[in-house]
């Protein structure tokens, strides 16, 4: 019997999925679980409607990554910090400061989770930071470090 899964069942199958169940194991164990549905002409066309709107969400999504990088390319973010001697930085920039430093100078709202920093920035001059925006878009921000 084909079932469609409401949920990931371990061994079994993941959420959303079409699986082959024997008779009993569905009519016995998933179906009065509530944990699959039958896969009946009704239920695949519910299903085919869910995964074309998810698709068509995260195509939503892509796009709107891709202006985000594209704007981030042409945009050189400056940070004033305080320094030393040598171009030295007391302390460092984070990707915590560089979230809010673009919000704040450019209005552009990215979490801090997102920018790919390896460790702080921890010398003045410019710099190049990678942005994970979305599956398979990367944006790049050069950031200037300057003395105050």
């Known amino acids: 019997m084909k079932v469609i899964l409401k949920s990931d069942i371990k061994g079994v199958g993941k959420k959303d999925e079409v699986i082959n169940a024997s008779d009993g194991y569905a009519r016995n164990f998933l179906f009065p679980k509530g944990l699959a549905v039958e896969a009946n002409n009704e239920n695949m066309s519910k299903l085919k409607a869910k995964q074309d709107s998810v698709k068509f969400q995260k195509n939503q999504e892509k ?86």
């Open 63 to 148: 796009e709107e990554a891709l202006k985000i990088s594209d704007k981030l390319s042409k945009i050189m973010l400056k940070i004033k910090v305080k320094s030393g001697e040598n171009g030295k930085i007391f302390g460092g920039v984070s990707s915590k400061e560089i979230a809010q430093e673009l919000e704040q100078q450019y209005k552009i709202v990215i979490d801090k989770k997102k920018i790919d920093l390896k460790e702080t920035i921890k010398n003045l001059g410019v710099q190049t930071v990678e942005i994970k925006l979305f599956e398979g878009v990367v944006g790049k921000l050069k950031i200037d470090v300057i003395s105050e």
